[in-house]
């Protein structure tokens, strides 16, 4: 005779970049050890790849993970986390001024308070010169798992330009619009090559604005009493 086995709930969400509303699962225990594995192991590539596992096996019905914004994903973890561990996170943040080993405070953050803010200068059609622009689309999973490993510091000009590319839509002008997919590469980086620094500007400014998975706290040191007022951004800051 078989063991009976759990009916997990179901619960709904709204993907940021696309307003689409989805169902979901709690992840279970099995899927938490694997996380918990994974984060031990202080290893990229398995964080991603189990992370992506987690999110392809919780959403019910057709999502492609792979072509997830990176904000969505942190925003889809979070609502996972939260409804499969727990709304309360504890978060350690610590003084600007000081150096004293007890200069920090611990804090309970529910997450259902974070959200993914937009920026009101953030645009993805980014108009160039004289009606010639680029329309922009956001870096997703699978560009997450190409780069990882690679700090932006530590970038070449050649991986740099690797990420523009893939996260360009199309370029258009006042006659026709040219697909990036359809486009030799090479082609693209001649065009990128021959901008300004203005205009280049124009393009990092998408990536600068980009949606962020975002929660403001504000504590007071324990040591000088400072006040504060932080911004906590991206999965790294609340799931360390």
């Known amino acids: 005779m078989a063991l ?3 009916n997990s709930p179901v619960y709904h ?6 307003g689409t509303e989805v169902k979901f699962k709690p992840f279970l225990v099995k899927q938490e050890k694997a996380l918990l594995l994974a984060m031990q192991s202080e290893d990229e590539k398995v964080m991603v790849a189990t992370l992506k596992e987690i999110i392809a096996d919780c959403i019910i019905g057709d999502i492609v993970v792979d072509e997830l914004a990176t904000f969505d994903i942190e925003y889809i973890f979070a609502q996972l986390r939260a409804k499969s561990v727990g709304e309360m996170i504890e978060v350690i943040v610590k003084c600007d001024d000081c150096d004293d080993d007890k200069a920090k405070v611990k804090l309970n ?3 259902e308070n974070i959200n993914v803010k937009m920026d ?3 645009n993805k059609k980014i108009e160039l010169w004289d009606g010639v622009g680029v329309v922009m689309k956001y870096p997703n999973f699978s560009m997450v798992s190409k780069m990882q490993g690679i700090q932006q510091k530590d970038m070449t000009p050649e991986q740099m330009f690797d990420i523009i590319v893939e996260c ?3 370029i258009y002008d006042t006659e026709q619009t040219y697909m990036i997919k359809e486009t030799p590469k090479q082609e693209v980086l001649d065009f990128l090559d021959n901008l300004t620094n203005d205009q280049f500007q124009k393009i990092q400014t998408f990536f600068d604005t980009m949606p962020k998975l975002t929660h403001e706290v504000s504590y ?3 040591v000088c009493e400072k006040e504060h007022t932080k911004k906590l951004e991206g999965l790294q800051n609340f799931f360390s």
């Open 109 to 111: 953050i529910n997450i």
């Open 168 to 170: 360009m839509s199309m």
């Open 13 to 18: 969400m709204t993907v940021p970049s696309s």
């Open 120 to 122: 009101d200068a953030h």
């Open 220 to 222: 007071a040191c324990p």
């Open 4 to 6: 009976p086995m759990n």
